[in-house]
């Protein structure tokens, strides 16, 4: 079993061997787009693959059959669905298999955050296949999910294999959530404009609603949920591959196996649900290694309608709690994105500083006066009867005329508009913290009210509980904007941009020549490192990075002429 964090090469993992043994490898893999992206990117480097899903015509799957069994495939990737149908087991009978390989694993755990019950199935292929290696790949898998993994597809003492999950490239950013589209627009623009990004939302009214914002403001965004029909989706979907679209607007119907390389941002207009979603959908940012910029917006909102959806649900009630809590934890926490997001999944995070977050690129501060202000905060809970929510309090502290604080004469409370200077925003989110902290506890559902906890108590008052300011550390911190382009970009060698936007131009024209998505001709990477060496000849056109033999000879001299055109476009503007 396989474990590495997403773009970090699960994918090579099996396909390298596959080329190399006799025989034919087959993976299955839960998702058509991811499929026909492999299947695609496989065929461009010349290896034999082919796709058998829901989405070929039996013309085209009865040809792949045959290629099957004459042994003319290296690799067949197949749903599940299909994988487990009586037909298709008989068939693999009579084939040379050099062994199985079990995508997005994680799947078949329920423990794991994606948990599809077909997958469960799978548990047959070892007493199907006794004698034929099995491999499970995965980008989240906590200690815990990885043991399910094993137990579930009947592995023996297998090989575990856990990648890093320090991806240095994603600057992880947390802000909380006041105005999602002005604040989608200050992370987008003007830095992002003409890059690549994925937008994920709560639910399909959001999406449809930034989606239609943003198109309406100009930018090149289209959304993506379950409410629209397949043909729509998957028109959607094949737009942003070929980067007709700037920006998907999607909920997680916008799922895993996302295979585009090139994608520089992905906002969360809303908290996920547990981490592991989390990890797995801002890291399909980057996956050239390039910088790539992850931000999460949040809202106690986010977690009372998670709350709902799990109240709903039958499986596994106080685990999806206990992962809820740890998204939550992780948005309003006082420390290290990456550590957090790391030491989840059971590993250690060495770095004192990650170079690459909010918190360690000093864009939240400690306020000065957090003390004072706590406790401002903790006697406006208990002065309004510990009856409220975070936003109510929030309101009685900056002086709110709202109708349900002047009927309950919270106006005359001595609390009243104590935070007069600050912003309603600022103070909700400063009530969050010291839930984070301990301070205060959040109780009831689906509308949970603040109260004091113990520790609270101590906070307001501790010499009456024989407590010194030493055992009761307190931190609010302010969200500052980010600097644009901060310490974590710098590491970007510096290019031609300009010859970058024409090589990018010449990379989708090929693309849409060939009917595939552009990043499969040449990823970003490729394209600055080009548009970096400006290679004039085979030679120096092989040292560009993500360059082989086969890229070379069939796009290299039209990304040569590409170059050459632009040098010339130069040359003669300047005289």
């Not at 005359?412 to 902290?437: A, G, M």
Request: charge should be positive; charged fraction near 25%.
């Amino acid at each position: 079993m396989t474990v590495l964090p997403t773009g970090g090469g699960k994918s090579l993992c099996y396909q390298l061997p596959a080329v190399v043994r006799t025989g034919t490898a087959v993976v299955i893999s839960p998702l058509i787009s991811l499929m026909e992206d492999q299947g695609n990117a496989l065929s461009i480097l010349g290896v034999p693959a082919g796709v058998l899903n829901s989405s070929i015509d039996s013309a085209s799957a009865k040809s792949r059959v045959r290629d099957l069994v004459r042994g003319e495939l290296k690799l067949l990737y197949v749903s599940p669905e299909r994988f487990v149908m009586d037909g298709f087991l008989a068939l693999l009978q009579n084939v040379t298999i050099s062994f199985i390989a079990i995508d997005e694993a994680h799947c078949i755990s329920q423990w794991g955050h994606d948990f599809r019950p077909e997958y469960r199935q799978l548990a047959t292929i070892r007493s199907r296949f006794p004698n034929v290696s099995i491999h499970g790949f995965t980008a989240t898998a906590t200690p815990d999910v990885q043991r399910d993994i094993v137990e579930q597809l009947g592995l023996h003492e297998p090989l575990v294999q856990v990648g890093d999950y320090f991806r240095s490239n994603l600057i992880y950013r947390a802000l909380p959530r006041h105005d999602a589209v002005q604040q989608i627009l200050d992370i987008i623009e003007p830095n992002y404009r003409t890059d690549l990004g994925i937008i994920y939302c709560l639910t399909r009214k959001e999406t449809e609603r930034i989606a239609t914002k943003l198109s309406d403001l100009g930018y090149s965004a289209k959304p993506y949920h379950a409410g629209l029909d397949n043909e729509t989706r998957n028109k959607h979907q094949k737009s942003f591959s070929a980067e007709d679209t700037k920006i998907i607007v999607a909920t997680v119907a916008f799922g895993m196996g996302i295979d585009q390389s090139n994608v520089r941002f992905v906002v969360h207009a809303g908290m996920p649900r547990s981490i592991s979603h989390y990890q797995q959908e801002s890291g399909r940012a980057g996956r050239d290694g390039l910088p790539a910029h992850c931000v999460l917006l949040f809202s106690d909102q986010d977690v009372a309608f998670w709350r709902r959806i799990i109240e709903q649900e039958e499986a596994s009630p106080a685990l999806r709690k206990a992962q809820l809590q740890a998204i939550s934890d992780y948005a309003y926490q006082l420390r290290c994105r990456h550590r957090s997001l790391i030491e989840h999944f059971g590993q250690k995070f060495e770095a004192s500083v990650c170079h690459a977050c909010d918190f360690c690129l000093g864009e939240v501060q400690s306020i000065p006066e957090s003390r004072r202000t706590s406790r401002m905060i903790l006697s406006a809970v208990l002065k309004t009867g510990a009856m409220f929510g975070a936003g109510y309090v929030a309101q009685v502290l900056t002086g709110s005329k709202d109708k349900r604080i002047l009927s309950n004469r919270h106006n005359q409370l001595t609390v009243y508009n104590l935070l007069e200077h600050v912003s309603k925003s600022q103070v909700h989110d400063w009530v969050n913290q010291l839930q984070q902290q301990g301070y205060l506890e959040s109780v009831g559902s689906p509308l949970p009210t603040m109260r004091v906890s113990k520790r609270g108590r101590w906070l307001l008052r501790p010499d009456k509980f024989d407590k010194l300011e030493s055992d009761l550390p307190v931190i609010l911190i302010e969200t500052r904007k980010p600097q644009k382009r901060k310490a974590a970009d710098e590491r970007i060698t510096l290019y031609d941009r300009q010859l970058f936007d024409a090589l990018r131009l010449e990379r989708k024209q090929i693309a849409n020549e060939l009917g595939v998505p552009a990043f499969l001709v040449f990823g970003d990477r490729s394209l600055r490192d080009m548009a970096t060496r400006i290679p004039g000849n085979e030679t120096e056109f092989m040292q560009v990075f993500g360059v082989g033999t086969a890229k070379w000879e069939r796009f290299g001299r039209r990304m040569l002429d590409a170059i050459q055109n632009y040098l010339d476009r130069e040359k003669h503007e300047s005289e």
